[in-house]
């Protein structure tokens, strides 16, 4: 049974820092791209960013380039989002989410075929 973990939300002030992590399990990691994907309130889900299965290729939403960080540790079977210089409108719910390798690469969050049960995330003005 697959299962994707998130961990590490919470609440801070505007241009404070979160990392947040994803453990996977019940899946050959290393051979699946991972997403983070976030929901506002009344808002549709949109992608942050997305990273391949070796690391090697990342993909941010244009809103986050230059303070969010993709990163992998597939010994670890971990992924994680480094936010940085947050922003009261980076307020939403986290996921992460996963797709094999070489069937899906987008932000576009309808591909992703795995889901974990997300991680809130609340930066105040």
């Known amino acids: 049974q697959v299962q994707l973990a998130e961990s590490g939300g919470g609440s801070v002030q505007a241009g404070g820092s979160l990392r947040l992590s994803c453990t996977a399990s019940g899946l050959p990691f290393g051979d699946y791209n991972m997403g983070w994907i976030r929901q506002a309130p009344g808002k549709e889900r949109e992608g942050v960013s997305c990273?391949?299965?070796?690391?090697?290729?990342?993909v941010y939403l244009d809103s986050v380039k230059g303070r969010f960080t993709i990163s992998r540790d597939n010994a670890k079977n971990t992924l994680y989002l480094q936010m940085n210089s947050l922003k009261p409108e980076d307020t939403a719910m986290y996921y992460c989410?996963?797709?094999?390798?070489?069937?899906?690469?987008?932000?576009?969050?309808?591909?992703?075929?795995?889901w974990g049960q997300g991680t809130q995330v609340t930066v105040s003005s």
């Open positions: 990273i391949s299965r070796n690391g090697r290729s990342t």
């Open positions: 989410a996963a797709v094999r390798s070489g069937t899906y690469w987008s932000l576009n969050p309808r591909g992703y075929t795995h």
